[in-house]
């Protein structure tokens, strides 16, 4: 599986962006695709998971209601738009993937990575 995650800049506080991960390789039925990301002396957080059948859908509080994880079967790509942007959003956002199952909050659980692309939300 491989992954091309794109669409990070910089934008101010407020702004929307929308992030896209280009997923190829293999068909994706039965697969999770997450969205993470990092920050500088942080952790990689959990943000978002859709499975790619539609079944269902996981956001992390810290960006419910601001952030909508949707994908698209015929260019097998899954999207990230982000609203409301604030400062504490920035980071290098990850797109993920993996067999659907439990802990789909949990990084170390997905097992393709794309590259990365930075998110800067300036105040």
């Known amino acids: 599986v491989q992954l091309q995650a794109s669409g990070g800049g910089l934008v101010q506080a407020g702004d929307s962006l929308r992030l896209s991960c280009a997923a190829s390789?293999?068909?994706?039925?039965?697969?999770?695709m997450g969205w993470f990301r990092q920050s500088p002396g942080k952790e990689r957080e959990f943000v978002a998971a859709?499975?790619?059948?539609?079944?269902?859908?996981w956001y992390a509080d810290s960006v419910k209601g601001r952030f909508t994880i949707s994908r698209d079967n015929a260019k097998n790509t899954v999207y990230l738009q982000m609203n409301s942007l604030k400062p504490e959003d920035t980071a290098v956002y990850y797109c993920?993937?993996?067999?659907?199952?439990?802990?789909?909050?949990?990084?170390?659980?997905?097992?393709?990575w794309g590259q990365g692309t930075l998110v800067t939300v300036s105040s």
């Open positions: 859709i499975v790619w059948s539609g079944a269902g859908i």
């Open positions: 390789g293999r068909t994706f039925s039965n697969y999770v």
């Open positions: 993920a993937a993996r067999l659907s199952g439990s802990h789909l909050g949990t990084s170390s659980t997905y097992d393709n």
